[in-house]
């Protein structure tokens, strides 16, 4: 195995964090911006107001990317057990 595909394998892995990652904390950002802003145009200032929406949201979101997420997982890893058997079984 080269650098060139270690450094692959290194890219590949940022790539599968960012896209597993992405979907929920995507829509923690959505709802905590806008339960900020609710809270600043009512002025209700209560740390734990948005908890529950942004719990809510990340399972949502979950549920829907979850298929998704689980296909790139598995891409990944099929990726990665290929290699290693190229390597060891040579």
């Known amino acids: 195995?080269?650098?060139a595909d270690v450094a692959a394998?290194?890219?590949?892995?940022?790539?599968?964090?960012v896209k597993l990652g992405g979907p929920p904390l995507l829509a923690?950002?959505?709802?905590?911006l806008?339960?900020?802003?609710?809270q600043a145009v009512t002025q209700i200032n209560e740390a734990t107001l948005a908890f529950v929406p942004k719990v809510m949201a990340i399972g949502v979101a979950?549920?829907?990317a979850g298929s998704f997420m689980f296909a790139v997982l598995a891409d990944y890893t099929r990726t990665?057990?290929?290699?290693m058997a190229e390597l060891g079984g040579g």
Do not use: P
């Not at 923690?28 to 905590?32: D, E, H, K």
């Not at 806008?34 to 609710?38: E, G, P, T, V, W």
């Not at 990665?80 to 290699?83: F, N, P």
């Open 34 to 38: 806008l339960m900020s802003l609710f």
């Open 9 to 17: 394998l290194m890219r590949d892995a940022m790539l599968v964090t």
């Open 62 to 64: 979950l549920m829907l």
């Open 80 to 83: 990665l057990v290929d290699r």
């Open 1 to 3: 195995m080269t650098e």
């Open 28 to 32: 923690a950002l959505v709802v905590g």
